[in-house]
């Protein structure tokens, strides 16, 4: 039993970060961990999983948030594809709970509208027209 929490446990954390910032697939996790895939979704689907992982994704967002914002800030002036990471992992944020009611409207419109207009390479795709 202790080893099922501990796979748990560490899916839990793999959840929380954003998708492009996990260290290998899914099907990797399971294999590493001796699981099928369909324990992995099973067990990430829970409602009280879900719960958990939303709460630590919010609060890693929370206490990283003004530094990365800041840096991004800086960086975005020179490469706007590292504010596009970090506005994806908001909206990601935003579609797993209710975090609009805690953000304007206007401010996930204006997110979404940024991450639309730019292309993986980070150049905005009207300049590429």
Known sequence: MSEEINWIDEMIEREALPKQLRVGT???????????????????????????????????????????????????????????????????LAEKTNVKVDLPTSLIEIISGITNKTTDSGVSKEDKE
Do not use: M
Not at 39 to 58: D, Q, R
Not at 69 to 76: K, V
Not at 79 to 85: E, F, I, R
């Open 26 to 92: 899914n099907a990797e996790f399971c294999q590493a961990h001796g699981i099928v895939d369909s324990n992995y979704y099973y067990h990430s689907s829970k409602p009280e999983i879900k719960a958990k992982i939303v709460e630590i994704a919010l609060n890693n967002a929370k206490r990283h948030a003004p530094e990365v914002l800041e840096n991004l800030g800086e960086r975005a002036k020179e490469n706007s594809a590292d504010t596009k990471l970090y506005l994806q992992f908001i909206l990601q």
